[in-house]
């Protein structure tokens, strides 16, 4: 099983992106979300929104990605379980902590299985607590190699397994333990490919893993050199030479590199030279084509610009050192015959013959570059070729320096601009005036329902109209819409009294903003008085860096805030020595005391 580690979260286009990631379906056959645990959500965006939402500050892992790939087919079951191993490593309850767990499905490829699982988990849980994510990476590669020993796969071998081992035998799986020391070798494997190479060839149209089965399936069924490379080319691949010596890479018809062939085929790179042929090697014109078959050993190197050929025996070493270079293996045995036995060469040169040629022609060389370097010397100004250097190693500060410059002037300008108004003085004097109109426009009906009832009450009929209305039985009803409009004169007054109290609170909710107000006023300018002074602090301490940087280059090693620093100090020191000659200056002028 392969595990893979990666943090998460720090921003919600981060946590969307994971997301989108997850859900693709150009990679995968089918994509299921399981259940997820500890959240309310859903859709996958909406379930690391929700945990990127845990974690009670601003962070760079608000979530954990942990991708679980089998070596063999397993069930969704399988990677539940595995899920959960990972959750209760980092000290929290699976059945609680807010987790997901993505499985994706699709075509088994490089003898992998066909399911694998990504596990999302936050940070914080919902007590507010953060998980054990110290040593992860190598706690998740010691479960990765105990569910490898349980489910009898074969293990996984990595470049700490010393640690992994020590990991297992203190959480008390020894026969893990014991069966990873079984596999170990001395040298510590290496990666075949790289997650920015697979990224390469996947924008290429490549499929990682089947090219490098392609490449082994080659390697297996091949015979010879020739038969390897149709093979090759057969899959759209073909091998060209490295930059390194004896190394040989894999590479698309359009030339996007897959690896190095002995990586891929987990081969030692001197075997895979000894069995391709001489063509597959970086070519030098100095050299015979037979001494290009040969792979020097490390210790027989050197360090100057041609790698060297190793004689075979202490004769031909000394026999080929003439004065002034080492000769080159000329690929014959002691007997003088060549390699291959083909003794009817014998015009080919002796070693002392080719190192005296070797030698001639080096020392031709370096009399030409001799040359050329003090014609060169001759025509360029040092004074400015150094100048261009210092330009080039301060320029990067200075610009910065300058950001800095300009960051500090926008808050500047920024605490500068106009206060806002509050939000809440705002609301309250829209409410008060909103009060005053509805007590206004009910003083309004108070006064009119008052109007009506004191004009019908003068209309009361009176004398001998009484006695005929009472007969006729308009008196009662004079008397009954009298009493109407006075029940009406009434309820509008009760009307207006609420209403003027109503005003009378909004306006004292209006002063109590204004208090308010002022007092936050007075807070911001304080805040914003205190920011500005910081601001340009830093605008004179960033001028005086970069008058430094232009009068010493070697502070263009040091960072922008070490510059900063170095300045501000380098200013008190002058600002504290001028208060010092002032004060000396003003007391000579007063003269001694009588």
């Known amino acids: 099983m392969i595990v893979v580690h990666v943090r998460h979260g720090r921003s919600s286009t981060d946590a969307r992106r994971l997301a989108v990631h997850l859900l693709r379906l150009d990679d995968n056959a089918a994509v299921e979300v399981l259940p997820a645990v500890g959240i309310v959500a859903d859709d996958l965006p909406g379930m690391l929104a929700a945990m990127r939402r845990l974690a009670p500050r601003p962070t760079s892992a608000a979530l954990h990605h942990v991708a679980l790939s089998p070596a063999a087919d397993c069930s969704a079951a399988d990677l539940r379980g595995d899920a959960d191993r990972v959750l209760r490593e980092v000290g929290v309850d699976p059945n609680v902590h807010p987790h997901v767990l993505v499985v994706h499905s699709k075509a088994s490829a490089g003898g992998r299985g066909s399911l694998h699982g990504h596990l999302v988990f936050a940070h914080w849980g919902l007590d507010g607590a953060p998980i054990r994510d110290g040593w992860i990476r190598l706690r998740l590669e010691r479960i990765a190699r105990e569910v490898e020993f349980d489910r009898g796969e074969p293990l996984t071998r990595g470049r700490h397994d010393k640690a992994l081992s020590r990991a297992l035998h203190a959480n008390g799986r020894a026969d893990v333990a014991t069966a990873l020391d079984a596999i170990a070798t001395p040298e510590a494997p290496k990666s ?21 089965a392609a490449v082994k399936a080659a390697w297996e069924a091949a015979r010879t050199p020739e038969t390897f490379r149709a093979a090759l080319g057969s899959s759209g691949l073909a091998i060209r030479p490295g930059a390194k010596r004896g190394v040989l890479l894999v590479t698309t018809t359009n030339g996007v590199e897959v690896g190095a062939l002995d990586r891929i085929l987990r081969i030692p790179r001197e075997e895979i030279g000894r069995m391709m042929e001489p063509r597959d090697e970086p070519a030098d014109p100095a050299i015979e084509p037979r001494e290009r078959n040969l792979i020097p050993h490390k210790d027989d190197r050197r360090d100057d610009d041609e790698a060297p050929a190793v004689a075979r025996t202490p004769m031909e070493r000394r026999g080929a050192e003439p004065a002034g270079g080492v000769a080159r293996d000329t690929d014959r045995n002691s007997t003088g015959a060549t390699a291959d036995g083909d003794a009817a060469s014998a015009d080919r040169a002796s070693p002392a013959k080719l190192a005296d040629a070797e030698w001639a022609q080096r020392r031709r060389r370096r009399v030409q570059e001799l040359a050329a370097s003090r014609a060169l010397a001759e025509v360029i100004d040092i004074g400015a070729v150094k100048a261009e250097v210092v330009r080039r190693a301060t320029r990067p500060r200075i610009v910065a320096l300058q950001q800095v410059i300009a960051r500090s002037q926008a808050l500047i300008d920024q605490c500068n601009s106009p206060m806002p108004t509050s939000a809440a003085l705002t609301a309250a004097i829209a409410r008060r005036d909103r009060t005053k109109a509805t007590a206004a426009k009910a003083r309004a009906k108070a006064e009119r329902s008052s109007a009506i009832a004191e004009k019908i009450a003068g209309n009361e009929p009176r004398g001998i109209r009484r006695l005929f209305s009472w007969l006729s039985g308009a008196l009662h009803r004079y008397r009954a819409s009298l009493a109407k409009a006075e029940a009406a004169a009434e309820q509008q007054r009760q009307t207006l009294g609420a209403m003027e109290f109503i005003a009378k609170g909004a306006e004292f909710t209006v002063d109590l903003e204004y208090e308010r107000a002022s007092k936050t006023v007075a807070a911001e300018k304080a805040r914003r008085k205190d920011v500005a002074d910081s601001a340009r602090e830093t605008i004179l301490s960033a001028q005086r860096a970069t008058a430094m940087l232009s009068r010493d280059d070697a502070l263009a090693e040091l960072s ?10 380098v200013r008190r020191r002058e600002d504290a020595e001028a208060a010092r000659r002032e004060m000396e200056a003003s007391l000579s002028a007063t003269g001694p005391r009588m």
């Open 560 to 569: 922008v805030d070490d510059c900063l620093r170095r300045a501000w100090t």
């Open 192 to 212: 075949a490919t790289t997650s920015n190479r697979r990224q390469t060839l996947k924008r290429a149209g490549v499929s990682d893993t089947g090219a490098r």
